[in-house]
């Protein structure tokens, strides 16, 4: 079978799965009361959603790559496949029972460990960034370890406005996708479009849904945090020496491009939190999808805002590698995502100051301000009293030099 037939059946396989499954789960759900329950951060703060989409996801590119990887060498990836699980199961317990960050954060651990030293699934050279190449073994398990657990945080957090995991998600696994293909991986390639073909499924849920609406929870988010952490050490890890006009496509530079929106918006509100004296892992309104929403008022527009600016800074990067090389791309799309995640804060600060300059407060918004005003007339008044007496007098004067005279 052609190799472009391989991601046409992984994709619909997964599609179709999670197409069918999301109105059963949220059967469940709701017949056993399994929901989000909104709080002061929640974006839909008056409905109650079931928060269980993680389990179509995972169903659905689990199924599709161990239908599309028949025949294929998997050994590698069924320990990719066996980590995912693992994740599933922790994003389910977290939002059926609960867990603390501690334990959440502990369980990362362990599986990054388990990719990095079991696996094998590690940074071994970062192709001249800031001057390195081959790393050795020690500092390849910290990298990677490091690595996958700020990944699966990273896309995690993203997970707050309706389809704004998915989209980025969708994003990421089609490039990725395309470029295994490209550089003939095919496997990781159907791998990958089978994200891709459960995502997109799931956005229309997501996104559209009115009483079949769903949210991924931590079931999906972890999940998919640790699929897209191996598929971009995967990525940085491909063999291109054999093929030197393809080399720049897997440098660290590209992947980050890839990965910038979850990166840039977990840098942002972890900096924040500590400079605040908070815990990283305290949750806030800090977030870039926050501070849109603040602007656009609805949640597919602040969606469509972040998923373009994330494929304009991978089409940036594929476009200048050759021009800039590794290290000069790296600095300048790090610090390209951070201005343009400061854009709309930017935008807010200027609303709110116009705002403050434009109002005018009322006597209910400043309690005191009848007394002042009582004051100021009392005192208008008296002065006029006074401007009358001096006249009256003036006027006996001028009465008593007349009748002087």
């Keep these: 079978m052609p190799d472009k037939l391989y991601l046409l059946l992984s994709f ?17 759900a709701k017949t056993k009361k399994l929901f989000d329950i909104p709080n002061q951060r929640s974006a839909n703060q ?18 599709s790559a161990v239908i599309s990887l028949e025949g294929f060498d998997v050994k590698k990836i069924v320990s990719l496949l066996l980590a995912s699980l693992i994740m599933f199961l922790i994003g389910l317990y977290d939002d059926t029972i609960g867990l603390s960050a501690k334990k959440k954060l502990f369980s990362q651990i362990l599986v990054a460990l388990y990719l990095a030293i079991v696996s094998n699934f590690r940074f071994t050279n970062l192709h001249g960034l800031f001057g390195i190449n081959e790393i050795n073994y020690i500092s390849s398990v910290t990298l990677t370890t490091i690595a996958i657990i700020g990944l699966i945080n990273a896309f995690n957090l993203i997970d707050g406005i309706d389809g704004l995991a998915a989209g980025i998600g969708t994003l990421i696994s089609a490039v990725y996708g395309i470029i295994f293909l490209h550089f003939g991986q095919i496997e990781y390639a159907i791998l990958s479009f089978s994200i891709t073909g459960s995502l997109v499924a799931f956005f229309f849920y997501n996104v559209f ?5 769903i949210f991924m929870g931590d079931t999906g988010s972890l ?20 093929n030197p006009e393809n080399q720049l496509w897997t440098l660290p530079a590209i992947s980050l491009a890839i990965m910038i929106v979850p990166v840039v918006d977990s840098i942002r509100v972890f900096t924040i939190r500590i400079i605040h004296h908070k815990s990283p892992f305290s949750p806030d309104m800090n977030h870039i999808h926050h501070q849109l929403i603040k602007i656009t008022n609805n949640h597919l527009h602040a969606t469509i805002i972040m998923v373009l600016g994330n494929l304009l800074l991978i089409y940036l990067s594929l476009g200048l590698i050759d021009v800039m090389g590794n290290n000069i791309l790296f600095i300048f799309t790090l610090t390209l995502g951070f201005l343009l995640a400061y854009i709309p804060v930017l935008i807010n600060k200027n609303k709110i100051a116009k705002t403050d300059v434009l109002t005018i407060p009322s006597e209910q918004e400043i309690p005191h301000l009848h007394l002042i005003k009582s004051i100021h007339q009392q005192a208008t008044v008296a002065e006029i009293g006074n401007e009358d007496d001096a006249d009256s007098d003036k006027d006996q004067n001028s009465s008593q030099m007349l009748h002087t005279i």
């Design 223 to 242: 999940t998919l945090g640790v699929v897209f952490a191996v598929l971009t050490i995967w990525f940085n890890e491909i063999d291109t020496f054999k």
């Design 12 to 28: 619909s396989i997964s599609f179709l799965v999670v197409l069918f499954a999301i109105p059963k789960i949220i059967l469940v």
């Design 46 to 63: 008056d409905k109650v959603i079931p928060n269980l989409g993680g389990i179509a996801i995972f169903s659905g590119f689990f199924i």
């Design 209 to 213: 849904g009115k009483a079949n609406k």
